[in-house]
Each structure stands twice: as C-alpha cells, then as structure tokens.
C-alpha cells in the first residue's frame, strides 16, 4: 500500500474540512508514514478511514493521535541538561518567578526532568511550569506521571549524568536518591512520579499550527523538542515567531539535538550551545 | 549524471565505509548519504570517528539541511533520515523500524522517490535485514543497486538478504566499490 502525493492532499483536505486540524504544512516523507502505518495497524485504505472521518468526529480525533510521534525520554539528551543547569538556568536564579512552556511534551518525561533539576537547583517553587500537546492520550498519561519501568531504566543512567555527576567538575558527586522524585515498584513494572511532582505542571491540548499561545503568560523557556522536525520548513517559520513573540527577552528556546533555525528568525535568537536566547 | 549516492550498513560495516570515504575523490560531485547503525548510546565520537580519514567532511546534518554535492550525511544517532523535496534533509524520531533507527530501509525508499534513477544505493556488511527492502526500492525506480560481495562481509544476513529481495547492478568487493565510485559522475 503505497501513498500517492495525492493520495496525501486527500487525506489532508478531508481533515481540514471536517476539523480545526490543518496537517497541509507537515513535513511530507513524515506524514506519509505516519498515515501508512495508520492504514495498516487498522487494517484498512485511505478510502475507509476517509469516510469514516467524515462521518465521525471521533474518528478524527483518533487519526490525529495516532499520526503525531511520541518519543521521549527522562533527561533525553545528556548534553542539554547539563547546557540548562549551567548556563540557562542560572540566567533565571534571581527571578521572582520562573514561566516555563514544554511545547509537544508528549507523556511528560522532559517535564518531570526539568523540575527534578529546579528542584536541585532551588528554583522549582518560584517556577511555573506549563506543557502542552495536540494529542490527548499522551497528556493523559503526563498527567498521572506513572510510567513503564522497564522502558524507562535505560534512562536512569540519564539522571546520574544530569543530576548526581557535574560535568564541569568530576570529583563532585550528589547522591541524589530516585525515591526523592519518583517511586520504582519492580513487580508492577512501574515508575511513578511523587505527588508533589504531579500536582505542580498545568497541562492543556494545544495544536501548536492553529492556536497561538494558551497560557496568557509569557516564558522564560520554551522547551519543544522534536516536534519541528514533523513540520516544513514555512511552518517552522511560522512557529518560530510564535516562540519569539512569547518569550520574554533574554529568554530560552531549546530545540531537539538536530533542530535548528535555519530562517529569518535565526538572527532574532542568540545561540547558546545548542540552545537559542531571545535578542 | 547521478544525484546522489546513499550507502546502507551495520555490524562489520565500519572499516568498510572509513576505507570507501578515505578514498573519495576531494571534488566528488554528489552528496553521500550515509544510514549506518550504531549503538543507541554511542552519541559522539563516531562522526568524528569517521572524519578522521574521510577526504569528505562528514555531516550529522540538522533538520531541513539542504543537501550540497562533495559531502557526506551521516544519520544522526537516534533518528531516521529522510531525504525531502527541495532536496533536504528530514528528521524524525518515529518507532524503530527493523529494530533500528536510523532505519536503513527509510534512508533508501525516500531517497529512492525523490532521486530516482539518479541514485545509486550500496549495501555493506549486516546483521539484520534492514536495507534489503530499501535497495528495492532504488531499484524499482530505476537507480543502480550494488551490494558488497558476502563473502567478503563480516557479517552477510544483510547483502544475502538484499540479494534475495532484488536484483542488483553490482556485487562487489570494497576495492571495486571504491573504484566504482572513483568514475561516478
């Protein structure tokens, strides 16, 4: 089952009739996959799902959350969470509040990583944090910060280099223990984040292409990783002005490892390592 | 009269490709993609790793990266590359495909439909059978396939594997594939 270039444009024009959702500047090779494999999990042609989209909100829905891509990690990326303890973060250390967006933050893990460094850097009390996703399944999950322990032990391996080791200076050590922020419970399979780490992010379904910003604050931060990637290059543009015009100035923008501003925008952003600061 | 040429390996690859990209001509008049896999945890070094003899710079290209004649691609650790339209590099994040990502089979099948019978895609050394189905692909729109002979390879399933799944221009050793590429225009 091969999808045509047109069979793309159907697809699209048919969610943006019946919905909100205007797919129409997603990256193309991406989406196509994503629609492929969509097709076949449910055992079915782009005709089917078509009609039954039309006939079904809820199926839109559905094919919505079943197209976008949900990969995340605790502490996904070493090198950048040593990039926001020592040379983002303490640029805030003073604030009297501290607004943080994770734009696309999936089931939540880049979320509970970055409290978990506030928290050691005594920044968590004074900081909001906000996150957000066009997919509701994976909010839902955030939200309960309870997760697969098997899947996520190769990242514990990740919160030892951010957390307990500091790059800058290898004699230092923090036994900083798991138990601190999330419970691990072998036999259920489980990895759960503590309540006070729960109750603390707001959580809202945003489409980051046809709503602009939902929190009324502006940020200090915004974190969106991989998200671009899923996007052409126009809507990258797009999204960048949206980030700029919702940071405040001098504030962070960090992008996934191979995402960059390669636009207008570039000259509007400072680079800091892998990270952009607000000119 | 080519557009580009993407190369496809795993286990057994490495000393492989440092040989094809030691020996590259300077102006090499195409892009070289590369799709090797490679330990999930092994983030850095190995760009550098295969810099160090390379004649090409050797890219871990950022998203939406235009594509430029003389150097050579390397899947970024963690991703799938895509080659688009406009001839760019495409990132994604996506389940593993063939238990791997980068997935070699994705890094041929889009450049296979954007370049056409402009691309020649090369199978090295494998364990699995990522790529086979990717040279296919190439195929199928008319590029030129090759193989690296299995007898040569330290680990065969994938080159017996492509050879099974379609038929192939070349099956070469590393030195012809080396002076193969010499003449490439």
Known sequence: MQITDLDLQYFISSIKSVSKYDLSNYSDKSLKRRLQKVLEDNSINLMTLINRMMGDRAVVEKTIRDITVNTTELFRDPTVWHLLRSRILPRFKNNKTINIWHAGCSTGQEVYSMMILLNEMDMLERAKIFASDINTDVLETAKHGVYKYRFNLNYLDNFDKVIKQNPLNFEEYNDVPYEKYFDIDKQRDTLSMKQFMVDKPIFRKHDLVTEGNIFYSKFDIILCRNVIIYFNYALQNKVFELFHSNLYPKGGLVLGMHESILGPWANKFERLGHAYVKK | ?185
């Open chain 2, 1 to 185: 009269m080519y557009k580009a040429v993407i190369i496809g390996g795993s286990a057994g690859s490495f000393q492989v490709i440092t040989r094809i990209l030691s020996s590259m001509p300077p102006n090499f008049p195409l892009p070289v993609l590369l799709c090797l896999h490679r330990l999930k945890h092994v983030r850095s070094g190995f760009v550098e790793a295969l810099s160090i003899k390379s004649t090409l710079p050797v890219i871990e290209p950022m998203d939406k990266e235009q594509i430029k004649p003389g150097r050579a691609y390397l899947a970024p650790a963690n991703y799938h590359m895509y080659v688009e339209l406009g001839n760019k590099i495409a990132l994604s994040t996506e389940e593993v495909v063939n238990h791997s990502r980068p997935s070699i089979d994705l890094s041929f099948i889009t450049a296979a439909q954007i370049y056409r019978e402009k691309l020649i895609g090369i199978i090295l050394s494998g364990a699995n059978r990522d790529g086979a189905y990717g040279l296919k692909k190439v195929k199928d729109h008319g590029g030129i396939a090759i193989v690296q002979n299995p007898a040569e390879c330290q680990v065969k399933t994938m080159t017996e594997t492509s050879l099974k799944m379609t038929p192939v221009d070349h099956i070469f050793n590393t030195n012809d594939i080396i002076k193969y590429l010499q003449k490439v225009k």
